[in-house]
């Protein structure tokens, strides 16, 4: 297993749980839904790059890239570093891991 795949898994767990915490927390459905809809469409790209299917890393690197941008823009929004801050530095590190992976191969 390499670190793309890991690195797809990881940020979808977090994006799940994310979205789980801002539905608690705030009551708000669209974090519970978006959080769960980005988390559980990297998961599945993880296992589809499991299953040496190449197109997962694809489908993980587009997922994250959108991710950074959307926390990007509310992090200058709102200029609060949770969880836009760390969803975006966490989504950079991530998006350079599955990237990395994928020139390599």
Sequence with gaps: ???????????????????????????????????????????????????GQSWGSILAVLVTSVLVVVFAFRLAKTRKFMPAGLMTILGVLALAVMVNQIVAN
């Excluded at 705030?26 to 809809?37: Q, T």
């Design 1 to 51: 297993m390499n670190l793309g795949i890991v690195a797809a898994f990881a940020y979808g767990i977090l994006a799940v749980v994310g979205g789980i915490i801002g539905y608690i927390q705030a009551r708000s459905r669209v974090s519970l839904l978006s959080g769960s809809i980005s988390g559980l469409l990297l998961i599945l790209a993880a296992y589809f790059q499991l299953q």
